[in-house]
């Protein structure tokens, strides 16, 4: 008997446009033989469509053009915004067509998902990579592919993201937090804060955000207070580190009791730092897998990306962030990104490619991990 599959993409968040392009690559490596796919696509106004609309979502993925950063006015309310991003295999999409004449359906979230034997939330960002959707799929008892209420909640918010790290003894970079209102209230005596804490450079980055959103590096006292100002936009929570002089490894990892490292992959980004335009924009950063790093190092970085995963009690999938220092060879814990991109041509599925796993089998696995992890919590 097949397994009936609903594959959640779009979504409110500033990253839409990628999950349109993670959700079409995983439609269409679906085997027919073992899955009947369905595609939801979430508007960037929060509705949540199937049929004709689902298809019509996904075509927004043959369209998607260079674009900036979404402004922050687009994921508080969920507005339209121009703006996409462009990556490769943003082809014309594979979506069962509906047929001619039929009226495209827009379902209350709890008829919809109930009947499938599981979800995939291809969501990135707050409202769907955050807890928010996977608790609502605990609440209509549905096993879904990623990590569970907790640790996608960990995963995005990233103060407690790093007391989690820190209390497992995972070596990090410095840091400090504040909330908006306190920046607000009293600007200089948050830079001056800053300065004595951690100096420059610094980064300066929204609590609860991916994709380099609202994120700036900051070498003086002019460009902290614009960094202040555009992460205070997107979050009511800013979180600032020390800069370090780092190289940038990434680690796949697999697993629900018994998580699994994959290859540590280098990415090299086109701008000062790996930025929104570096990741989506440019499109000319580049992705070295396996990582040319000392075996050692890969070693390190591999055990740090198992253990960094149990801190957050993460189950399904993560991709773990690090940063080796260029000087010293370092590796530091920078963060878990619960539901990372997922086109064939994202780091992701790469690097399960490059230490064995094919993407068809990695969608399998995570498929039997969804199913695995509801049995044993029930
Ligand atoms: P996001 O969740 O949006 O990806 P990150 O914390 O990974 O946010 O930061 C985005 C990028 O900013 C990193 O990939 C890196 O290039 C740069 N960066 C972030 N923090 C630091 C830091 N402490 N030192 C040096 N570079 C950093
Ligand atoms: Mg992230
Ligand atoms: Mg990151």
Redesign the pocket.
């Known amino acids: 008997q097949r397994i009936r599959v609903g594959v959640i993409f779009g979504g409110k968040s500033g990253e839409h446009e990628v999950s349109i392009l993670s959700g079409q690559s995983i439609l269409k490596a679906l085997d027919p033989e073992k899955y009947i796919a369905v595609p939801i696509g979430i508007t960037r106004r929060g509705e949540w469509v199937v049929g004709a609309e689902a298809a019509q979502v996904l075509q927004e993925a043959a369209q998607i053009q260079l674009g900036g950063p979404p402004e922050p006015s687009s994921i508080d309310a969920g507005a339209d915004r121009d703006a996409a991003v462009g990556q490769p295999g943003a082809g014309p999409h594979a979506v069962p067509a509906s047929q001619p004449g039929e009226t495209a359906l827009t379902l209350v979230p709890p008829a919809l998902v109930e009947s499938f034997d599981v979800v995939i939330p291809v969501l990135h960002g707050p409202n769907g990579e955050d807890g928010t959707i996977q608790g609502m799929l605990e609440l209509f008892d549905i096993p879904y592919v990623g990590a569970g209420v907790l640790a996608s909640a960990v995963g995005m918010d ?1 103060v407690f993201m790093k007391k989690l790290f820190a209390s497992a003894g995972l070596p990090q ?1 410095a ?1 400090t937090f504040y909330t908006r209102k306190t920046w607000e209230s009293d600007p200089e005596a948050v830079l001056a804060d800053v300065e004595a804490k951690l100096g420059y ?3 300066v ?1 929204p609590a609860n ?7 700036s ?1 900051a070498k003086n006292r002019t460009g902290l207070t614009a960094a202040f100002k555009l992460a205070a936009k997107y979050d009511r929570k800013i979180i600032v ?6 190289r ?1 490894v990434e680690v796949a990892v697999l697993g629900n009791d018994e998580p699994k490292a994959s290859v540590p992959g280098e ?1 090299v ?1 086109s701008n000062e ?4 335009n ?2 989506y924009v440019t499109g000319d950063s580049a992705l070295i897998i396996p990582a040319p790093l000392p075996p050692d190092v890969t070693e390190e970085v591999r055990r740090l990306a198992v253990e960094a995963y149990r801190a957050v009690d993460c189950t399904g999938l993560a991709r773990m ?1 690090f ?1 080796v220092e260029r000087e010293t060879d370092r590796v530091l814990v ?2 878990i ?1 619960t539901m990372p991109g997922f086109t064939r041509f994202s780091m992701y599925p790469k690097l399960w490619e490059a230490t064995g796993v094919s993407y068809a089998e990695l969608i399998d696995q995570l498929i039997q991990l969804a199913i695995e992890r509801h049995r044993e919590t029930r």
Not at 241 to 246: D, K, P, T, W
Not at 273 to 276: C, I, K, T
Request: aromatic fraction near 18%; glycine fraction near 8%; hydrophobic fraction near 30%.
């Open positions: 990233k970079a840091y450079p610094c980064f980055k955000m991916g994709s380099s959103v609202g994120i590096k580190e020390e800069g370090l002089n780092v940038e990415i980004p730092f790996y930025d929104y570096a990741k962030d940063f920078n963060e990104n």
